[in-house]
């Protein structure tokens, strides 16, 4: 409950209206993915939800750290003498290690990882999430070209924060999304 009340003040239902002025004069419908279909509030609101509770569970992390340089571990050899079953050897355990150890994600990659195990969401519902996140986000910071996954990258940004965003996601999409029933006459 802590949660959502946080979530309340940050992001307010003045701001969940603002957004749901800016979806209005969206330039294309808000609710349907990339499919060609539409998806209902509720199923986009089960794939925040599930978003929350994958970073809960695995981590988040504001960005990946792209800056590794793997050819310097000290295990590399200096001359032409490794063969090429060594090198392949070497570069699976880099993997293994640098990234393989790593389950936390980033705002994007939670979004694309549960619609990707479609147990709670899929392509379409990852996709209009994050529309909808965008435009919670232009509507808080009154610019219309802020984004979210920008937003969700800045240095002082908090796991706390992406649950807060998410958390007003899923109760935007509820409050203003399609109902099964409209999505099933349009279909």
């Not at 309340?8 to 603002?18: H, R």
């Not at 419908?29 to 569970?57: C, F, N, Q, Y």
């Not at 980033?106 to 209009?128: K, Q, S």
């Not at 807060?164 to 349009?186: D, K, N, V």
Request: charged content about 25%.
């Amino acid at each position: 409950m802590t949660t959502i009340t946080s979530a309340i003040v940050l992001f307010t239902d003045t701001t969940l209206a603002q957004a749901a002025k800016l979806m209005k004069d969206a330039y294309r419908p808000v609710w349907v993915g990339p499919s060609g279909e539409e998806s209902t509030g509720e199923a986009v609101a089960r794939h925040m939800e599930a978003t929350i509770a994958l970073l809960d569970k695995d981590g988040w992390i504001r960005t990946y750290d792209h800056s590794a340089d793997w050819s310097k571990g000290e295990d590399l050899a200096t001359d032409d003498s490794m063969t090429a079953e060594d090198m392949l050897r070497l570069l699976l355990r880099l993997v293994s290690d640098e990234v393989g150890n790593v389950p936390q994600r980033n705002l994007p990659t939670a979004l694309r990882h549960v619609g990707e195990a479609c147990e709670h969401g899929d392509t379409d519902t990852a996709h209009i999430a994050t529309t909808v996140l965008d435009l919670i986000i232009q509507a808080r910071t009154g610019s219309d070209t802020a984004r979210a996954t920008p937003w969700s990258e800045r240095q002082h940004r908090t796991h706390t924060d992406i649950a807060f965003l998410l958390t007003a996601g899923a109760r935007f999409a509820r409050a203003y999304g399609p109902s099964s029933a409209e999505t099933a006459a349009t279909t």
